[in-house]
T-cell receptor
Framework: DAGVTQSPTHLIKTRGQQVTLRCSPK?????VSWYQQALGQGPQFIFQ???????QRGNFPDRFSGHQFPNYSSELNVNALLLGDSALYLC?????????????FGNGTRLTVT | GQQLNQSPQSMFIQEGEDVSMNCTSS?????WLWYKQDPGEGPVLLIA?????ELTSNGRLTAQFGITRKDSFLNISASIPSDVGIYFC????????????FGKGTKLSVIP
């Protein structure tokens, strides 16, 4: 039973560039959430995707966008990268129609912006 | 963004000792979750709580959903070296909200 998988594991980008991060949810899950975790902090909610649509968004600018595909996998895109975007980006999945389906997290993508 | 108040920030304990950490919020939550994160990995779910007053155990771990719905605690009994890591509490405010709000974490170190 495959868990949540994310790629790449590490990424180094330059300020102003754009980046795409990828996530495959746990087998059987249909909902994907993205979180940003700065060093020494707890994860912060970016947005959640269900049925290929963004249904809730946290306090992040429009530079952060996403997509969910018919196979439930998801991408996180960040444009015009800033130094402050350096963080661990976590993808989490759950099952919409199961009561009390907690989030299962992947191991994240470590993004460094120089 | 909003975060829960989690304490203590860090703790050093002897192997075999019991551990207690807690989380408080100014807002009501309908779900409380406790996660553990090891270096280089994502958070792993330890215990999920869905009802005020609920007390749930998972092996040596016990967590409670506060009766006011504004707090939760996690206890670890008879700590072992592999308990080392960062423990996060997380809450969900209720129907229509899909986001988890996390605390800043409690870093646990176990001295053999």
């Amino acid at each position: 039973d495959a868990g949540v998988t994310q790629s790449p594991t590490h990424l180094i980008k330059t300020r102003g560039q754009q980046v795409t991060l990828r996530c495959s949810p746990k087998s059987g899950h249909d909902t994907v959430s993205w979180y940003q975790q700065a060093l020494g902090q707890g994860p912060q909610f970016i947005f959640q995707y269900y049925e290929e649509e963004e249904r809730q968004r946290g306090n992040f600018p429009d530079r952060f966008s996403g997509h969910q595909f018919p196979n439930y996998s998801s991408e996180l895109n960040v444009n015009a990268l800033l130094l402050g975007d350096s963080a661990l980006y976590l993808c989490a999945s759950s099952l919409e129609n199961r009561r009390h389906s907690p989030l299962h997290f992947g191991n994240g993508t470590r993004l460094t912006v120089t | 963004g909003q975060q829960l108040n989690q304490s203590p920030q860090s703790m050093f304990i002897q192997e075999g000792e019991d551990v207690s950490m807690n989380c408080t919020s100014s807002s009501i939550f309908n779900t409380w979750l406790w996660y553990k994160q090891d270096p280089g990995e994502g958070p792993v779910l330890l215990i999920a709580l869905y009802k005020a007053g609920e007390l749930t155990s998972n092996g040596r771990l016990t967590a409670q959903f506060g009766i006011t719905r504004k707090d939760s605690f996690l206890n670890i009994s008879a700590s072992i070296p592999s308990d080392v890591g960062i423990y996060f509490c997380a809450g969900r405010s209720g129907a229509g909200s899909y986001q988890l709000t996390f605390g800043k974490g409690t870093k646990l170190s176990v001295i053999p």
